[in-house]
């Protein structure tokens, strides 16, 4: 998470620094690379759908947030990012 609050902070210009996501993303696939079974798998997946997001790549965040559905302890967190993403993908569309 903290590589996360990293790339909330890295601005360049208008737009969160990249960089910082992607290592905040690095991170949790490492961490569900060592430990698969762990009981903060969920929660290393939901960041990953996190850092997706953030890195404007709306479409593999929905599906990762998909996938985490009766997985992550809390089920309406999923319901509103997945909304959330729905109406920005709604926005750019138009």
Known sequence: MT???RGEHQMSGRQP???GYQEAMDAFQ?????????R?????????AMCLEEM????????HYEAL???YPAPKVIEIKLVRIR???AQKSR
């Open 40 to 48: 903060h798998a969920p929660e290393a997946r939901f960041g990953i």
């Open 3 to 5: 590589y996360f609050k």
């Open 30 to 38: 490492l961490f569900l690379k060592k430990h698969p079974g762990s």
């Open 56 to 63: 404007d790549q709306l479409d593999a965040a929905y599906h």
């Open 87 to 89: 109406e920005r993908k």
């Open 17 to 19: 620094g990249k960089e």
């Open 69 to 71: 559905r009766g997985q």
